[in-house]
């Protein structure tokens, strides 16, 4: 009789934080402590640059005063889909001011635009105005998120460390969606 090997069970899906829920299943990594918060919960100033129905990389780079770029922590394409797991740092110090996951639907943009997604340099927010595409920005959730080894490390900031984030539905002009995506902002560098 062969004996059975334990299977992985893989993490539960969470609606309010997908795609990155879908990144650390196809990871195998268990989701961190995630807990949905109203906008009232979240605490400053996290709830200034997070609620609001606008895109992050200018609210983040106001806040900062320094352009931004992205990190690549890892990618996947699915056919016209593309994932991946970023950091968002400031040119010229590389300090993260976000940790963040997306679902790029890569035929509803331009050819152009498409081309600077997959180069993987500029933050989608960039990208959508330099590129001059309409687009709207709705915050789905809000959520409270205890730093697995994952995200401190991405961050710099301790396990176990509560951060905030947020979902957000990114849009074209006749409502497709442009892309999914969760962000979350590091605690040490506010």
């Not at 301790?158 to 002009?173: E, F, V």
Request: hydrophobic content about 40%.
């Amino acid at each position: 009789m062969s004996e059975q090997l334990p299977t992985a069970v893989p993490p539960a899906a969470i609606p309010y934080v997908y795609p990155l829920d879908a990144l650390y299943a196809r990871a195998g990594l268990p989701l961190p402590q995630i807990d949905k918060i109203t906008p009232e919960e979240m605490p400053e100033p996290y709830r200034t640059l997070l609620v609001h129905n606008n895109d992050m990389t200018p609210t983040l780079e106001r806040f900062h005063g320094k352009s931004i770029h992205l990190k690549i922590l890892h990618r996947e394409q699915r056919g016209d889909n593309y994932f991946r797991q970023v950091a968002l740092v400031l040119n010229g110090s590389e300090k993260p001011v976000e940790f963040g996951a997306n679902k790029v639907s890569l035929l509803l943009f331009p050819p152009k635009a498409r081309q600077l997604i997959l180069e993987e340099r500029l933050p989608l927010g960039t990208i959508l105005k330099d590129c001059g595409i309409g687009h709207c920005t709705v915050a789905k959730a809000y959520f409270q998120v205890v730093a697995d080894q994952l995200i401190s490390s991405v961050l710099g900031v301790n396990s176990g460390a509560t951060l905030y984030g947020r979902k957000a539905t990114i849009s074209d002009s006749q409502k497709r969606p442009l892309s999914e995506v969760v962000e979350i902002l590091p605690l040490a560098n506010l």
